[in-house]
Each structure stands twice: as C-alpha cells, then as structure tokens.
C-alpha cells in the first residue's frame, strides 16, 4: 500500500487517460525508484569496504529524485523514459571494465537498457538504445583484444554462486519488465474493447435515433399533405356559402329596390353584407397563400433567372403602376438567385404592391430595389418614398392579421407575414428600416448556397385587431 501511494504520488494526472500511459508511467517510476534503491545500497557496500571503482554512483543517487519530481510536474513519458534508460546505461557501461570486460556479467545487464526504451517510450528509443548496447559490446572486445594483461584474471575471484545470482537477477529483471509490459498491454487491449462496445452501443442509438427521425420526417410530410389538402377543402368549402351570401344578398338587394324604395341605411346594411362577405372570402384565399408559402423551399436544385421577375413583377403590377406613375428602379441585381421563381416572385410582388399601395398621396412612388453582395448571402434592399411606418408599428407588421393604424386599404393583413415566412424559411431574414412621413426601406437575405428548410423552426405571431398581445398561429400556418 506504501508502495503503491508512493508511485501515484509522482504520477502526473494527464498519464491517467489511458491504460498504456497509466502502466509505462508506473513501470517508469517503480523502476526509477528501485535504481535508487539499488545504487544506495551499493554505494553503502563500496564505502563500508572501501572499494573506489564505483564512487560515482552518487551522482545516480542525487539525480534520480530531481528526475522524479519533475516527471510529476511535467508527464513527458517518452523524455523521462530515455534519461531512466540514459541513467541506467550510465551506470551500467563502465561496471564491466572492473569486473572481467567482456567475459564480466555485467555487460550483459546492459540489455536492460534497450528492453527499458522498448517498455517505456517507443520502437525509434529502443532500437537507438539496441545500437548503444552492441557499441558497448563491441567496445570490450576490442579492449579484450589489445589488452595487454590477461581481462579473464579479473573475474578469477568471482565464485560460481556469484554468476548463478547474477544471471538469475538479469533475467527476473528482464521477466519483470516484460510481464508489466504485457500486463499494461492487456489492460489497454481491454479498454480499447470497452471503448468499442461503447462506440457500438452509440452507434446503435444513433441508427434508432435516425431511424426514429426518419419516421418522424416522413410522417411529419404525411401530415403537412393532409393538413394542406384539409385547408383546402376547408377553403372550398367555407367559400360556397359566402358565394351564396353575396349572390343573394344582390338578389335581395335588387328585388327590395324594385318593390320599395329603400333609405340609404337599408343600402348601408346590404353594402356590409356584400363587403363582409368578399373580405371574408379574400381573407380564405390569402390565408390558404399563407399556408402553401415556402412550401417548396427544401427544393436545393431552386434557381430563379432574376430578369424572369422584373419582367413578371412589371406585367403583373402595370395598372397599379400605371395609375399612380410609379417608378421602379433595378440596381444592381444578380442574374441568378438560389430560391424557388414562385417565391421570389411572391415576396418581391408583395413588397414592391405594398410600396405604391401605402404611397405619399402628395407625389408619385419611387421605389428602388439593390442588391448587395453580404459574403455568404444576397442583401436585397427595397426602399420607398412612401408614408413610412411609425416606430411603434415596426415589430409588428409581420405578425399575422396586422394592418397599420390610420389607413383605410383593404387588405387582410396577412402580405409581410408571407413574405417573413418565405424569407426564413429559406435560411435568411427580413427586417424594416423606416421613418413615418418620409419612407420605408424593407431588406432581406437570401442565403448564396440553398439550405434544408425542414430544419428551420419558424413560429409566426398572430395578432388579434390591436391588441398587443399576440398568439402563437395555428400549427398547420408554419
């Protein structure tokens, strides 16, 4: 137990991580404290009996814990592992010049070195330390050869208990290098094997996961189909009696004038019954445009020739145009847009009708449409000299069912909030900037490269009359 507190106490935590780090760093350091033990041991031996030859074992004595304690502060396993080898190596080299050169057992202690490298750092370490040893090697058989006095007479008086302990003590050492070896090699086999159970059993959840999305979308698409297809018939349906209210509130009207002479409050009343029945009708048609707007913005193949829709938005407003003389500049306008032509079409109609709609009664409406290039989206601009939006009014003229305050146009309040939707869900935004009695400037995004509108979450605002107090739409208006 003192051991075992004494080596994970020179442990540094980042070598905790991993089965392979955790056991080459234990070895490391038992082996650099049993060094220690080994080299005061025989410095104890050589003072007692005054043996000369190895008074440098002091030096392996003070550097092992100066090594230790900056390996716990700095976990360089491979550094530290190749100055242990250096260390014992140290030691080790100039042992069999006193003891018999190549014909002394200590120079076969010398594999140790390698076998450590090998253990504790990497293949390029315990070859470069394989190199030294056979250096070493060779260096004694060369002294074997030129020495002039016989090496063999040096280890004449080492005892054949001697060799036997020191062959036996090699090759525990060499054993035990090898088992924690094997050992830390198991242990990270083993964690590797959990790992990939793990990583399976993640990989399981996430095919369920994506099975259970791809159930989820597909019957996601299978309701907004039927959703779409009710509102239709909704539609139809709540537009046959509305025909039938305003064909016969004309009979009505028409067989009245011809037997009574009806006062003007008796027209009033038919007149609101007529009207009633087109703004509702008008209302069912804008909010079934509602419903199907952005409907095919997961289309990412979309492009619009952007001269199409001048050419369209000029035919298509031409009366209202021509009415008012309003004027409509291009600038700077892209040949090619990544969104669906209907769309488009839509969401520049709608704001370009609604700048000669809300005009200045005291000129004409200049409306100016830019487009700038924004890095990974187009900035369009549409700006008009119109009456302007008050500041107050500004956050809420993209909620549903909002008309602004003071004009009488008809409408049903639901244009901009087509125009939002068909903008967000195509990845980009819009926004106003305007000033009541000078101008309104509308802009907006469209992102260069085309996005999956399914994984856009929009949530329109529905606003009752004037009440601040908006709702949340009803979910098949998303």
Known sequence: MYINSCIDYFLHPKLKDTPDTFWKAKILISGLILLNLVAIILFTHCLVNKIEEIYHMWVLILSIPIMLFAFKKTGALNLFGNIATALFAIFMTPMPYYSGGIYSDDILWLIIAPVMAFTLTNLRSGFFWSFYVALVHGAYYYLALVSTNPIASQISHWTPSYYYLSITGLFISILILLAASKFGMNKLIEQLMLKQQQLNNKTDELEQKTRQLRFAEKTLLNSNKELEQFAYVVSHDLKAPLRSINSFSTLLTRHLSREYDLDD??????????????????????????SRAASTANDKNAKVDMAVIQTLITHNLRQSI???????????IPEVINIPKVQMLQLTQNLISNAIKYRNPNEAPLIRISVKDDGANWLFSIQDNGIGIGEANQKKVFDLFIKLPGTNQEGSG????????????NGGDL?????EGVGSNFLFTIPKVRVNSDEIDYKPTVSISKSDNPIKAPSFLN
């Open 265 to 290: 409050t008796s027209n009033e009343y038919l007149d609101f019954i007529k009207s009633g029945t087109v703004n509702m009708t008008q209302l069912i048609e804008d909010i079934m445009t509602y």
């Open 322 to 332: 021509d009415e008012t003389d309003a004027k409509i500049i291009w600038k700077d």
């Open 414 to 425: 639901i244009g901009l909030a087509t125009c939002k939707k068909i903008v967000v869900k």
């Open 431 to 435: 926004w106003l900037e305007s000033v």
